[in-house]
């Protein structure tokens, strides 16, 4: 059964970083393309960024290029986040998705929250 559960969130000034893990059970991640996903209140669930299974080809949403960066330790089965100079707007849930044979697999979240 594959699991995908999310760390790292909390409470930041804004201007602030923090690292989000995904740690992947149930599949060998190193074989399948990772994805970064958000919700914030009210919104629809955005895409952030993917990783390749090897990692060398990584892609960002415009809403995050320049401050996030994805990447991924296969060894560890685990995937990050890593976000820097957050804005109150990047408040939100971050949720993990991977696809394995046509399924759609999401951690249960980590809440983000950019506030003074």
């Known amino acids: 059964q594959v699991q995908l559960v999310e760390s790292g969130g909390g409470l930041v000034q804004p201007g602030g970083s923090l690292r989000l893990s995904c740690a992947a059970s149930g599949l060998s991640s190193r074989a399948y393309f990772m994805y970064w996903y958000r919700q914030a209140p009210g919104k629809q669930r955005e895409w952030l960024a993917s990783?390749?299974?090897?990692?060398?080809?990584?892609n960002y949403a415009d809403s995050v290029k320049g401050r996030f960066t994805i990447s991924r330790d296969n060894a560890k089965n685990t995937v990050y986040l890593q976000m820097s100079s957050l804005k109150p707007e990047d408040t939100a849930v971050y949720y993990c998705?991977?696809?394995?044979?046509?399924?759609?697999?999401w951690g249960q979240g980590t809440q983000v929250t950019v506030s003074s």
């Open positions: 990783i390749s299974s090897d990692g060398s080809i990584t």
């Open positions: 998705n991977t696809v394995k044979n046509l399924i759609d697999y």
